[in-house]
């Protein structure tokens, strides 16, 4: 985003502005309109962010799958395997909608951990939701499993 002058400044820059001891009067009506308009961006981002169904498995992440919510629909049992090299950060919510559990399992060379124990790798029930997502501190195709996990 731009100010009048237009110079690109970013939200952290307005409202650090705000934050820096300048007095309240520094944020200008714009500078609000701004902050407004670029968060209403990213909810609208975020909204319409690529659901992918899934109604039967098993069912293999891939690249496309990152940033995403996988919605899980069915009765019987599904598998989400986790692969090695997918692309840094991976992040993913997966939601189980229908009665079927989801397991999250991690191919050979990958690894998911869950607080309380690498064998909670399984939703909770119906309506449960978790995410998985890539701690690249902790090495390469390395995951952290939290949520909704039983």
């Known amino acids: 985003m731009s100010d009048t002058t237009g110079t690109v400044r970013t939200d952290s820059d307005l409202l ?20 407004i308009a670029s968060m209403s961006a990213r909810l609208s981002a975020v909204q319409t962010k690529a659901r992918n169904a899934i109604t039967s498995g098993p069912y293999t992440l891939s690249n496309t799958d ?16 986790v692969p090695t090299g997918l692309t840094a950060p991976f992040d993913l919510v997966i939601v189980q909608a229908g009665t079927g559990q989801v397991t999250i399992a991690a191919a050979s060379g990958s690894a998911v951990h869950i607080h309380g124990g690498d064998t909670l790798n399984h939703t909770a029930g119906q309506y449960a939701s978790v995410t998985l997502s890539s701690v690249s501190a902790l090495g390469t195709d390395v995951y952290i499993l939290a949520g909704d996990v039983a």
């Open 66 to 81: 990152n940033g995403t919510m996988l919605v899980v629909n069915s009765s019987a049992a599904i598998t989400v395997n």
């Open 16 to 35: 650090n502005e705000f934050r820096d001891g300048q007095p309240a009067g520094s944020i200008t009506p714009q500078d609000v309109r701004d902050i």
